[in-house]
Every structure is written in C-alpha cells, then in structure tokens.
C-alpha cells in the first residue's frame, strides 16, 4: 500500500518568533567586523578584475629586481575609471576565463559608487548573501507551500556559518547561492504554470548563473533528472515519449547555454589558462584525507569553529550533524510527496555525485572544495528545514520536546559559530593566506624590514594580501622566478631585517650565498636572514 505523504504545517507563533530572532542575527553576523578577516589572495584578483587591472602588469611593472613599497602594490587593487568594461571583460577572460564575468561586471559599478575599500567590495556579497534568504523562502513557498517549513528553512540558512562566512567574503559565490534558489523556484514555477513568459525566465536565472559560475552546468543537469522524474517523459503504447515539460526544459536550457556562448569562446580559446589555473583540483589526495575533508565540509554549514580534521573534539559533535543530514533526507523520502522529496534529492545528490565520480576514477580534489558543493548544501538546508518542522509542528506531542531540542541546538550552534568567526582575523577559507596575519605581526614587529620573494604561483595575491596588513615601513624587493637569482647587496638599502617569503629551497640557497649570511625558518613560508656571517 502506497504510504500518503504527510502534508506541511502551518506557520505557529513561536516558529515565527525563532524565525525572525534567527533572521535578525544573520543580518548582525553578515555585517558586523566585515573587514576583520585577511582580505585574501581570491579577493585581491577579485579587486584587480574589477578594476580592470592585469597581472601580467602586476609582474611587468614591480617584479623587476627593485625595491617596491606597499602603496605600489595597493595600487593594484585601487579603482581606474579611464578603464571601461572592454578591458574588463578581455583581461578576465584571458587570465581568468574560469571566473565568468557576471559578477566582476555588477562589481565594477559597485566600486564606482561606494569604493574600493575591503568593507565596500566585501559588501556586494553581503548583499547577494542578504538575497539568498529572501530566494530560500521564495523556493520554499514555491516546493512545500508551507510557511512554516519555509521559515525554518531560512531561519537555519541565516545562521549558517558556512553561508554567512561566504556572504563577508569578495568573490561570487554568494551570488552563485542566490542565482541557484532562484533557478530553482523558477523551475518549479514554470513546471506549475507552463507558459513560455515562466520558462524564458527559468532560461535567464540559469544564464545568470552560467555567467556567474560554471557550476550551474551541475545545478541544471540536477534540474534535468527532476524534471525526468516527475513527468519530463511518459510512456504509452509500449513507448517512450518526451512530454510538453520535457521539451520545454530542454529547450529553454538550450537557450540559456547559447546565450553563454560568448563567453564560451574565452573558455575554448584560453583552455590552457584554464587547464593551468585549475590543476590543482585534478591533484589526488589519500582517501582517509578525502573523507575526512568532506565529513568536515557538510559539518560545516551547522557549526563551524575552525577546527581541522585532526582535532578529535570536532568528530563528537561532527558526526552527529552528518547523521542529522541523512536522516533529514531519508524521512522526506518517506513522508514529503514525491514532486517535493525529488526535488530535494536531486538537488543534493546529483552535484555532489558529478564530483565525487571524477575523484574516484581519474583522481583529483574537486569533491572536497566546499565552494563547488554549494547546491548540495542548500539541498541539505530544505531537507532540515522540512525534517524539524514536521517533527516539532506536525507529528503531534509525541517526541516533540526532543526535536524542539534539536532546533534548538542547532540554532544556538550556527549563532555560537558565527560568534567565534566574527571575532577572527582569519578562517579556513582563506585558504592559502590563513597565515598571512600572522606574517604581517611578524614584519610588523621588525625593524624597517624588507621582503624578499618573486612572482610565481601564488605570490603575486599573497604578496598584495599581505600589503593590506603591512606597516608602511615594510618594502618589497620583488624579482620575476625565471631566471638565476643574483642580489647583491647594493640593490638592498640598509636594513636591519631582511625576510624571504616563499620562495623554494634552490633560490634561498642562491640568496645566502649572494649576500652571505644564512637564512632561519620563521615559519608560514617565511625565513629571515641571520644578522651574523
């Protein structure tokens, strides 16, 4: 016998309440300290592309065997309005095509009205952030009819550290969030409705997002198997056939990627920028090392204290989230209707499954990037969402004070979370600058220090994040990493510090030899040069 789906509940007072005290906290966190986190090494491109700014003149301009102070570096992330959109859009899809230009190109107009300080291009994404809660509840409305699971659901999503840690940071991916809750209702919209007007603008949501991040590739493939699973075909007379709503999806979907050609031609064109900038994810990594990491990651969008997957206090309260996550999908299996539990589901799984298949076959790292599971994660919010509400407002007395716990504690977890993070100079997500704050402490506290280190890999961001922390006596002496390192010291003014900031082993060998003194490990890919010979 084919079990009825329990229907949604509707909105009481006190979910009300919980909702908007949870609302009006993540407005605080979004905003509060937004320029206290290291302004990283993403973030400085993301400065550069707005503004036009190309690194290849970043290395032609100061990487040319001199002294470089902070403010030449700055300079680099500062506003040029004799540079148009042209040189926007050509410089990124050069250097970057993997970063679509949508949100370079809202961020250009940004910094021309409030500036280009770390508190106005981090404000943007508070902005797409704040719009991802009001798209969460539209998606909600749009998937269980339900105000009560809606609220719930952007109650958990305001207090997500995961989500409000991306809010506060200049890059897309907050916009990314929003565009893919967006495409989403539209979907399900257009599916109800059926007129052309709904599926043009399902077709420019998915557009939007192509142009904002590639991965919406992922979120529309997902969006395919739902509409397959829920009426795309039929079968009849012993055959299969693709119904009104199947050929609608397809071709709207088709509309959208042909209005992303354009930027199609970068892609093809730089495919080797591409291949180079995003070799790091087909890099392998130990399994032990891969689950951990993904455990970690969806942990993550409930409590999030910057631990690492060593720490053995993480996994006491880690493992029951992931439990909590899987139970949420496995009960709106059984008990949302089939139009909603698949939706969710494929949302979810389809993503996710699309990265990790790659990783198990041909090796490489993309599954464990937080940033590429954002559609997963806010399926994961909608099957939450529907679980404690359901559990709390529909089921009755019974168990009702448990799950009211539950609620409960993973508010006050998101809140405690964000509480911690909002005080810290620096987070996981920084990535390869998580220690630049400490570095900067440390050429602070020097005397008249200079900073020896070149061009290659990451340098050139870290180099420029680093000059956001710097006291205005700290220098640059800054060479390109082709060729034999050769400073005499005549080229260094006097200095009682002198540091190398990454550099490899070959070239702070040359560097002792050429000034004569050895070097000491500091630490953070830092050394600095003894006094004595």
């Given at each position: 016998?084919?079990?009825?789906?329990?229907?949604?509940?509707?909105?009481?007072?006190?979910?009300?309440?919980?909702?908007?005290?949870?609302?009006?906290?993540?407005?605080?966190?979004?905003?509060?300290?937004?320029?206290?986190?290291?302004?990283?090494?993403?973030?400085?491109?993301?400065?550069?592309?707005?503004?036009?700014?190309?690194?290849?003149?970043?290395?032609?301009?100061?990487?040319?065997?001199?002294?470089?102070?902070?403010?030449?570096?700055?300079?680099?992330?500062?506003?040029?309005?004799?540079?148009?959109?042209?040189?926007?859009?050509?410089?990124?899809?050069?250097?970057?095509?993997?970063?679509?230009?949508?949100?370079?190109?809202?961020?250009?107009?940004?910094?021309?009205?409030?500036?280009?300080?770390?508190?106005?291009?981090?404000?943007?994404?508070?902005?797409?952030?704040?719009?991802?809660?009001?798209?969460?509840?539209?998606?909600?409305?749009?998937?269980?009819?339900?105000?009560?699971?809606?609220?719930?659901?952007?109650?958990?999503?305001?207090?997500?550290?995961?989500?409000?840690?991306?809010?506060?940071?200049?890059?897309?991916?907050?916009?990314?969030?929003?565009?893919?809750?967006?495409?989403?209702?539209?979907?399900?919209?257009?599916?109800?409705?059926?007129?052309?007007?709904?599926?043009?603008?399902?077709?420019?949501?998915?557009?939007?997002?192509?142009?904002?991040?590639?991965?919406?590739?992922?979120?529309?493939?997902?969006?395919?198997?739902?509409?397959?699973?829920?009426?795309?075909?039929?079968?009849?007379?012993?055959?299969?056939?693709?119904?009104?709503?199947?050929?609608?999806?397809?071709?709207?979907?088709?509309?959208?990627?042909?209005?992303?050609?354009?930027?199609?031609?970068?892609?093809?064109?730089?495919?080797?920028?591409?291949?180079?900038?995003?070799?790091?994810?087909?890099?392998?990594?130990?399994?032990?090392?891969?689950?951990?990491?993904?455990?970690?990651?969806?942990?993550?969008?409930?409590?999030?204290?910057?631990?690492?997957s060593d720490e053995f206090a993480l996994w006491w309260l880690c493992i029951p989230l992931l439990v909590l996550e899987v139970y949420a999908l496995i009960?709106?299996?059984?008990?949302?209707?089939?139009?909603?539990?698949?939706?969710?589901?494929?949302?979810?799984?389809?993503?996710?499954?699309?990265?990790?298949?790659?990783?198990?076959?041909?090796?490489?790292?993309?599954?464990?990037?937080?940033?590429?599971?954002?559609?997963?994660?806010?399926?994961?919010?909608?099957?939450?969402?529907?679980?404690?509400?359901?559990?709390?407002?529909?089921?009755?007395?019974?168990?009702?004070?448990?799950?009211?716990?539950?609620?409960?504690?993973?508010?006050?977890?998101?809140?405690?979370?964000?509480?911690?993070?909002?005080?810290?100079?620096?987070?996981?997500?920084?990535?390869?600058?998580?220690?630049?704050?400490?570095?900067?402490?440390?050429?602070?506290?020097?005397?008249?220090?200079?900073?020896?280190?070149?061009?290659?890999?990451?340098?050139?961001?870290?180099?420029?994040?680093?000059?956001?922390?710097?006291?205005?006596?700290?220098?640059?002496?800054?060479?390109?990493?082709?060729?034999?390192?050769?400073?005499?010291?005549?080229?260094?003014?006097?200095?009682?510090?002198?540091?190398?900031?990454?550099?490899?082993?070959?070239?702070?060998?040359?560097?002792?030899?050429?000034?004569?003194?050895?070097?000491?490990?500091?630490?953070?890919?830092?050394?600095?040069?003894?006094?004595?010979?």
């Amino acid at each position: 016998m084919k079990r009825r789906a329990i229907r949604p509940t509707a909105l009481t007072p006190r979910l009300l309440a919980l909702a908007l005290v949870a609302l009006l906290f993540g407005l605080v966190f979004r905003t509060i300290n937004i320029d206290k986190k290291v302004y990283w090494h993403d973030e400085v491109y993301t400065s550069m592309e707005m503004t036009a700014q190309r690194r290849s003149e970043v290395v032609e301009q100061l990487f040319t065997g001199r002294i470089v102070t902070r403010e030449e570096l700055q300079a680099f992330q500062r506003f040029r309005p004799e540079r148009g959109l042209g040189e926007l859009l050509t410089s990124l899809g050069r250097e970057d095509p993997q970063h679509p230009p949508l949100y370079y190109l809202i961020g250009r107009f940004w910094v021309r009205l409030f500036g280009d300080s770390v508190v106005a291009m981090r404000s943007l994404a508070v902005v797409f952030g704040l719009l991802l809660l009001v798209c969460a509840y539209w998606l909600c409305m749009e998937l269980f009819q339900s105000p009560a699971i809606a609220l719930m659901t952007v109650g958990l999503l305001a207090l997500s550290p995961y989500h409000v840690l991306y809010a506060q940071e200049s890059r897309e991916y907050s916009m990314w969030a929003a565009l893919i809750m967006a495409s989403s209702a539209l979907l399900l919209r257009a599916l109800r409705l059926g007129t052309w007007p709904h599926w043009a603008l399902y077709a420019l949501s998915i557009s939007a997002g192509l142009y904002t991040f590639l991965f919406t590739g992922l979120v529309g493939i997902a969006h395919g198997v739902y509409v397959l699973l829920n009426g795309g075909v039929s079968y009849k007379w012993e055959k299969w056939r693709i119904t009104r709503a199947g050929i609608a999806y397809l071709g709207w979907s088709f509309v959208a990627i042909a209005a992303f050609a354009p930027w199609l031609y970068f892609l093809v064109k730089y495919r080797d920028v591409l291949s180079n900038t995003t070799s790091w994810a087909r890099e392998s990594l130990p399994m032990w090392i891969m689950l951990k990491a993904s455990a970690l990651n969806f942990s993550r969008i409930l409590m999030d204290f910057d631990w690492n997957s060593d720490e053995f206090a993480l996994w006491w309260l880690c493992i029951p989230l992931l439990v909590l996550e899987v139970y949420a999908l496995i009960f709106m299996r059984r008990n949302a209707p089939h139009h909603v539990w698949t939706f969710v589901w494929t949302l979810t799984l389809v993503p996710l499954l699309i990265l990790v298949l790659p990783d198990l076959i041909m090796g490489g790292q993309r599954s464990i990037v937080g940033r590429y599971l954002v559609p997963s994660f806010l399926g994961l919010h909608l099957a939450i969402g529907y679980l404690l509400t359901m559990k709390i407002e529909a089921f009755g007395a019974k168990n009702r004070k448990f799950w009211q716990a539950i609620a409960l504690s993973l508010f006050f977890l998101g809140f405690l979370s964000n509480v911690v993070s909002s005080q810290a100079e620096t987070w996981w997500n920084k990535g390869i600058s998580y220690h630049i704050p400490a570095i900067a402490r440390t050429l602070n506290e020097a005397n008249q220090p200079i900073v020896i280190s070149d061009d290659f890999g990451i340098n050139i961001g870290n180099l420029i994040a680093l000059s956001y922390r710097t006291n205005d006596d700290v220098r640059f002496y800054l060479f390109p990493h082709q060729g034999i390192v050769n400073i005499s010291p005549s080229q260094l003014p006097n200095s009682p510090d002198i540091f190398v900031f990454s550099l490899p082993e070959e070239d702070r060998n040359q560097i002792q030899i050429s000034l004569g003194k050895p070097l000491e490990e500091v630490g953070w890919y830092l050394w600095k040069m003894s006094s004595s010979n």
